[in-house]
Each structure stands twice: as structure tokens, then as C-alpha cells.
């Protein structure tokens, strides 16, 4: 599975940015695609993920209700819609693929088995 990430940019606070992760290579089917992120001197922090097949979703506590993951089947690409963006939400955001991730690990990076690059979010105050 190749991915590649796109959609990030630089923006004012509470402005909204969508993110897409375009997917080529074999079936999704079993897969599920979350988005990463990592800061400038901070660990990675799990954002948001979707199993493919049924659409079920995850999301890091901090984030519900601002950032909302979504797929489109027939385009293979999954989205991310961050809203109220904070300069904290500052980040290069990654999308990854995994397989045969159950619904409770899906907010485990390591479960991740295939990682597009990296799209960069600057959030100015």
C-alpha cells in the first residue's frame, strides 16, 4: 500500500484545513488508514483512524469533536477535516495503513504498517 499525504499549509488560529491521503497498491479491504501526527520535539501522537471496510472510527480524546476522519471508496482517499485549529495542533500530520488493526488498537501507531509522507500543518496565533 502506498500512501501520499496532502492538504497541509500554514493558517490562522480557528481557521479549518482538510487533509487527504490518497491510496494506491492492493485492496483495502481489512486495512484501516489513521492519521499521525508528530510535532518538533515531541513523540508521534495518534489523531484520528477508519477501518475501511464498514467506515468505524476512532479518535484521539483531545481531538473529538474538531477533527473528523472520512473515507471516499471510490477514490481510495480517506480525509481528515480539522476545524478550530490551534497553534498547538502544529505538526507534520502522517497517514498510515495497517492491517488487520481491531477497532481498540487503532489508536496504536505501532500497529501501523505503511506511512505515506508527511504533510505540514503551521497553525500561527
Known amino acids: 500500500v502506498q500512501l501520499q499525504a496532502s492538504g497541509g499549509g500554514l493558517v490562522q488560529a480557528g481557521d479549518s484545513l482538510r487533509l487527504s491521503c490518497v491510496a494506491s497498491?492492493?485492496?483495502?479491504?481489512?486495512?484501516?488508514i489513521g492519521w499521525i501526527r508528530q510535532a518538533p520535539g515531541k513523540e508521534r501522537e495518534f489523531v484520528a483512524g477508519?477501518?475501511?471496510?464498514?467506515?468505524?472510527?476512532t479518535y484521539a480524546d483531545s481531538l473529538k469533536g474538531r477533527f473528523t476522519i472520512s473515507r471516499d471508496i471510490t477514490k481510495k482517499t480517506v480525509y481528515l477535516q480539522m476545524n478550530s485549529l490551534k497553534p498547538e495542533d502544529t505538526a507534520d500530520y502522517y497517514c498510515?495503513?495497517?492491517?488487520?488493526?481491531?477497532?481498540?488498537?487503532?489508536?496504536?501507531?505501532?500497529?501501523?504498517?505503511?506511512w505515506g509522507q508527511g504533510t505540514l500543518v503551521t497553525v500561527s496565533s
Open positions: 477508519i477501518r475501511w471496510s464498514g467506515g468505524a472510527t
Open positions: 498510515a495503513a495497517g492491517s488487520r488493526i481491531i477497532l481498540s488498537e487503532l489508536g496504536n501507531p505501532s500497529r501501523y504498517e505503511h
Open positions: 497498491g492492493r485492496s483495502l479491504s481489512g486495512y484501516a
